[in-house]
């Protein structure tokens, strides 16, 4: 088998596909997640903490010199992306639980029986009643 036709038969497959869509979606979603915490909860956290950014909480290990430039540990940058992360995590984890919640109301409403369901339903109890 050659080598194209192994990968047609590879990438032809759903599970392939799936994923691709999954990945696609996943990454259109954390984009507007970060633009969610970025643009919409960062702000009154700043607010609240005294108008504190994160992201210009640095020190400098060593001092431009000439040239070369400054060594600076960007430590709020780190702390902003760990807020991040937490925040993204638990707007996951609801949609998640909105999801399981969703699935759970599926399932625990079974579908009413056809009318044929019901029809045949009806005729075993008559033939159980009506013994020959």
Do not use: C, H, W
Not at 25 to 52: E, N
Not at 61 to 76: E, H, I, L, R
Request: net charge neutral; glycine share 6%; hydrophobic share 55%.
């Amino acid at each position: 088998m050659s080598v194209i036709k192994e990968f047609k038969e590879f990438a032809i497959k759903g599970n392939v596909i799936d994923m691709a869509v999954g990945v696609i979606i996943g990454t259109a979603f954390g984009k507007i997640v970060s633009s969610f915490v970025a643009d919409v909860v960062m702000p009154p956290i700043g607010v609240l903490l005294g108008g504190v950014d994160f992201s210009d909480l640095a020190f400098t290990v060593k001092d431009a010199v000439g040239v070369n430039p400054a060594v600076v540990v960007a430590y709020g940058k780190f702390i902003q992306t760990v807020i991040d992360f937490f925040i993204i995590a638990f707007v996951i984890y609801l949609v998640v639980r909105l999801i399981n919640s969703l699935k759970k109301k599926a399932e625990a409403a079974p579908a009413a029986p056809s009318a044929e369901q019901v029809l045949l339903t009806e005729i075993r109890d008559l033939l159980k009643n009506n013994p020959r």
